[in-house]
């Protein structure tokens, strides 16, 4: 059995390199946008429901993403609030330019 990771700053990495793949990067910040747009609106406006969508369709981007794309069980499963935190900031880190330096380190190619 693999060794759980104990804290956020050694998931941080174990979480860019399960996102290796560009593709899945990209998939990711997209759901992320769809779901914030969604969970927005349907606190501001209504209907209630959008709250409920934005949060499906985060997940099933990412979960999409990991299947088809990086072939790999999504941190969701053992670390789910880790995995919520993280999404956001590489979805800022990209959106801000910033992601490049994380990724190095984290050694991703």
Do not use: C
Request: aromatic share 16%; hydrophobic share 55%.
């Amino acid at each position: 059995m693999a060794k759980r990771i104990a804290t956020y700053a050694e998931f941080w990495p174990y979480y860019l390199r399960e996102h290796a793949n560009p593709v899945t990067r990209a998939v990711h910040a997209f759901g992320t946008a769809v779901a914030v747009l969604l969970m927005v609106a349907g606190l501001l406006f209504g209907p209630w429901w959008l709250v409920l969508l934005a949060v499906v369709a985060g997940y099933a981007f990412a979960w999409g993403s990991h299947m088809l794309v990086e072939q790999n069980r999504p941190a969701t499963f053992t670390y789910p609030t880790w995995s919520l935190i993280s999404d956001f900031r590489m979805a800022w880190l990209m959106a801000t330019g910033r992601l490049g330096p994380e990724l190095e380190k984290a050694g991703v190619p």
